[in-house]
C-alpha cells in the first residue's frame, strides 16, 4: 500500500510539473517587422509601327486601333511586371491608343516592387527585361512592327 501511495505522489508530481510546463506563459520573442522593400510607379508605352493599324486619322493624339495579329494591344490589355525572378509582382493595362508615328498605348502601375530586374509583358507577348534605373526613369518603351 506504501508503495502505491508513493508512486501515486510521483504520478502527481509529474503531472503537475508537465502540467506547469504547458500552461508556463513564455517569454515572448519580438516580431521582426518585415523589412519593406521600397516600390514606384512604372510608366510606359506600347508603340505598334505597323499595316495593322485598323484606324488613325493621321493626326498626332488622335485615337487609334489595331487589328489582325495586333489586336490584343488595345485599351485594356494586361500589363503584367515580374521581378528579377519571374514572379509576378504587379498589374496594370494599356490606356487607349493614340496616334504619334504609329499606335501608341501608354500604361502606369503603380506600387511597383523594386528589384535589380523588372521584366514587363504586355498581352502574351514575352517578358522584356528593364533595369530598376530605366524602369524608375521611365524608360520602359516597346515598339513592334
Known amino acids: 500500500m506504501r508503495r502505491s501511495w508513493i508512486a501515486a505522489g510521483v504520478g502527481a508530481f509529474v503531472i503537475a510539473g508537465v502540467a506547469t510546463w504547458l500552461l508556463w506563459p513564455t ?84 506600387n511597383v516592387p523594386e528589384s535589380p530586374v523588372v521584366q514587363v509583358e504586355v498581352s502574351h507577348r514575352g517578358k522584356v527585361p528593364f533595369s530598376l534605373e530605366g524602369a524608375k526613369s521611365g524608360k520602359v518603351d516597346l515598339t513592334l512592327g
Not at 30 to 45: H, I, K, M, W, Y
Not at 52 to 60: E, P
Not at 93 to 105: E, R, T, V
Open 27 to 110: 517569454q515572448a520573442q519580438p516580431v521582426q517587422p518585415a523589412r519593406e522593400v521600397p516600390t514606384f510607379d512604372l510608366n510606359g508605352s506600347v508603340i505598334l509601327h505597323s499595316t495593322q493599324i485598323d484606324y488613325w486619322s493621321g493626326t498626332a493624339g488622335e485615337p487609334c486601333t489595331t487589328k489582325g495579329g495586333y489586336r490584343d494591344l488595345a485599351q485594356g490589355a494586361p500589363v503584367t511586371v515580374y521581378n528579377g525572378a519571374g514572379t509576378a509582382v504587379a498589374t496594370g493595362s494599356l490606356d487607349a491608343g493614340k496616334w504619334f508615328s504609329g499606335c501608341m498605348f501608354t500604361f502606369t502601375i503603380p
